[in-house]
């Protein structure tokens, strides 16, 4: 078993024995403000002028840098998130998908190691593993969307480095048992290999968080975003959780101003109405179960997937990618087509939306299938 408490090989930390050579060595950039942030400030070459235009809702000054390890915001995530959560546990990102990109590069040497993902799962796993020069390991879930924890175990060698689990899955909608991903922490197989939860739907689930590992797992780290539940994609804001020696490692790599004092601040009054998000999720489940109770009614639709988060994958009798096309061509609805994911034959992916939103879907979906069946 791999945890903080029990293995004498884990107590230096996975960091130190993961990571490469030469991220180990990396003296990290420092910014203009790791020494002084306060008084008359001539260090940095910024206008002092100001820029030309001014959001009104903006307090920070945009004419300085942000902080660059975006302290504030660290804590508001960790107040909501609890488990006795630190800044130090806390790397917030550009998007999850820069998280994503790091931890390959900070564990993975290109055309030699190895990450693993089990399909169908995000893709952007494969895609910076691509960019990274990281070869992908394919360890399928059951055509349930489950996991196969003995094929997992066996499919890791001392190249693996990284293990990805999406939870709840993208295109599955399905989140994966805690126990389950605690059972592959708990082999000794995985002591070697970092084990990525990515749980940008978690909002929506009933299963809970994996957020409470980092604590008793040296090797694991939690992917969240404010994309989904908290409806600010657009500000591009996500957090790695995990062990401080991994958080570091990543602070140490990022860019040195990664994420905007805009976003920042965003994010900063939106963990300041969490009783808003409550509502909105509340709202958005009531319409989950509404429109997958619509589907499960269609004669053409074979199978609606349970969901555990703000989508619904479903499978139509017959063709699915021309439906797809033709409710956005012809009926101005943009769903995505996933037939070509595994075990997602003739399967549509489609985001709960507004109940207008809905209802147009449900409408052009009908419409699509029939002209064409």
């Given at each position: 078993m791999c945890t903080t408490d029990n293995s004498k090989q884990a107590a230096s930390g996975a960091a130190s024995r993961l990571a490469r050579k030469n991220i180990l060595e990396?003296?990290?950039?420092?910014?203009?403000?790791d020494d002084y942030s306060e008084g008359v400030l001539l260090d940095a070459n910024e206008n002092a002028f100001g820029p030309p235009t001014r959001p009104e809702h903006i307090k920070d000054p945009l004419e300085r840098y942000p902080d660059p390890y975006q302290v504030p915001l660290k804590q508001k995530l960790a107040a909501h998130r609890g488990n006795e959560l630190e800044s130090s546990n806390i790397f917030v990102g550009v998007g999850s998908d820069e998280a994503i990109d790091l931890l390959m590069r900070i564990f993975c040497v290109p055309g030699?190691?190895?990450?693993?993902?089990?399909?169908?799962?995000?893709?952007?796993?494969?895609?910076?593993?691509?960019?990274?020069?990281?070869?992908?390991?394919?360890?399928?879930?059951?055509?349930?969307?489950?996991?196969?924890?003995?094929?997992?175990?066996?499919?890791?060698?001392?190249?693996?480095?990284?293990l990805f689990l999406c939870s709840p899955g993208n295109p599955t909608a399905k989140a994966l048992p805690l126990a389950d991903i605690e059972a592959v922490l708990q082999s000794p197989q995985t002591c070697d290999t970092i084990v990525v939860v990515d749980e940008a739907y978690v909002?929506?689930?009933?299963?809970?968080?994996?957020?409470?590992?980092?604590?008793?797992?040296?090797n694991v780290v939690v992917l969240q975003t404010l994309s989904k539940a908290f409806g600010l994609a657009a500000i591009r804001c996500g957090f790695c959780i995990g062990p401080p020696d991994i958080i570091q490692l990543m602070n140490n790599c990022k860019a040195p101003y990664n994420v905007n004092a805009l976003t920042s601040e965003l994010a900063i009054q939106a963990f300041d109405h969490v009783d808003v998000l409550d509502t909105n999720i509340a709202s958005l489940l009531s319409e989950r179960a509404r429109v997958a109770a619509s589907l499960a009614e269609l004669d053409f639709v074979e199978k609606v997937y349970p969901s555990d988060a703000n989508f619904l994958l479903f499978r139509v009798a017959s063709h699915a990618q021309a439906v797809y096309k033709d409710m956005a061509d012809q009926g101005g609805v943009v769903t995505r087509f996933r037939g070509t994911e595994m075990h997602c034959d003739e399967c549509i992916r489609v985001t709960v939306g507004t109940p207008d939103e809905n209802e147009a879907f449900l409408k052009a979906l009908q419409t699509s299938y029939r002209a064409l069946a």
């Open positions: 990396l003296a990290p950039y420092r910014c203009a403000r030699k190691d190895k990450i693993m993902q089990t399909p169908p799962t995000y893709g952007m796993y494969k895609v910076c593993a691509k960019i990274n020069d990281v070869e992908v390991v394919n360890v399928p879930l059951t055509a349930d969307f489950d996991l196969i924890i003995p094929n997992i175990l066996e499919a890791i060698t001392p190249e693996a480095k990284l909002d929506f689930s009933t299963q809970g968080s994996a957020v409470g590992l980092v604590h008793r797992y040296p």
